[in-house]
């Protein structure tokens, strides 16, 4: 019987009520091979399972989840056997970590009142922290975190289908996205670029119910005296950083542009930049954050001349 050869494996894991179901669920869809809760005790035991006979060697990708439910958990030791089973095995392991902030993890468990797995007996808020406090190594070694604090549950569906479709072993799964600084930096961004330097869109009447995906707003942004060389060597760094992030292993490369509101400059040269690098053989997912808010004086400033 054939025995299964070295695997793209991803660790599903984060705060509970933070998506990790919905995030296995729909790797399941997508074809991946879905454990949840396995003790990682067990993990050698499971790679080394026979397949049955007549069965081509298996090269599905295999999610497991793991939280503080998980039995015998220790982020600690968790840590150490993702590097262990890396060493040994040559398996192509990668950590998903779901974050989301306190006081929406709070609202959810309200909502379904569902008791927290840490806090049966107390406040839900306790239960919070001390999971943050458990899940603290597992999040520092992710290479992919994804805070759902404004996701809905059909939000991280596309964006779990759009991040690990075209990931393949050994191959960097990269992203792009466009968000807006009022409303805080996105979670787990490798590169952030900064387009708040380049003219506001938003305080031309005719553009500011517009967004960078429009033909009018595009050609404002990049009538820009600084548009043609900034973009030119924006390009230029990330052709030159992401051949070299592959070649060092980093599994996923998150660029992320920002403006004001999130609406017209970073969707504009997140638009640009990904199609570049598509042009040069990457396959960026790309996502737009606020795209989707409503234009807001306050939330812009002073109009620039």
């Not at 398996?91 to 009142?113: K, P, Y």
């Not at 999040?139 to 990931?167: E, M, P, W």
Request: charged share 25%; proline share 5%; net charge neutral.
């Amino acid at each position: 019987m054939a025995m299964r050869g070295p695997k793209e494996i991803l660790l599903v894991t984060g705060m509970s009520g933070a998506g990790k179901s919905t995030a296995l669920r729909t790797l399941e869809d997508m074809g991946w091979e879905i454990v949840d809760q396995l003790p990682l005790l067990l993990l050698d035991r499971l790679l080394a399972t026979r397949l049955p006979q007549g069965a081509a060697d298996d090269h599905a990708p295999l999610a497991i989840g793991i939280g503080t439910r998980t039995r015998g958990f220790d982020a600690l030791s968790i840590v150490e056997r993702i590097r262990k089973l890396r060493d040994d095995h040559d398996h192509h392991i990668g950590v998903l970590f779901l974050d989301c902030s306190g006081g929406e993890l709070e609202r959810r468990f309200s909502e379904t009142r569902r008791r927290h797995p840490l806090a049966s007996d107390r406040p839900v808020g306790d239960g919070i922290v001390r999971e943050r406090e458990l899940l603290a190594p597992l999040r520092a070694t992710a290479d992919r975190l994804i805070d759902t604090s404004r996701f809905s549950t059909n939000d991280l569906q596309h964006l779990v289908r759009k991040t690990f479709a075209t990931a393949r072993h050994g191959e960097t799964v990269l992203s792009v996205q466009s968000f807006g600084f009022a409303r805080g930096l996105p979670a787990g961004v490798d590169l952030v670029f900064d387009m708040r330097f380049l003219r506001n869109p938003h305080w031309q009447t005719e553009l500011r119910p517009g967004t960078g995906r429009d033909q009018d707003v595009a050609d404002y942004i990049a009538a820009d005296p600084a548009y043609d060389s900034a973009l030119q060597q924006i390009e230029s760094l990330l052709l030159t950083l992401l051949p070299r992030y592959q070649a060092e292993g980093k599994s996923y490369v998150a660029v992320a542009f920002g403006c004001t509101g999130g609406r017209h400059r970073s969707v504009h040269v997140a638009e640009r930049v990904a199609a570049r690098l598509r042009e040069e053989g990457f396959f960026p997912t790309l996502t737009h954050r606020d795209l989707g808010t409503a234009p807001t004086d306050s939330l812009e400033g002073a109009p620039t001349v």
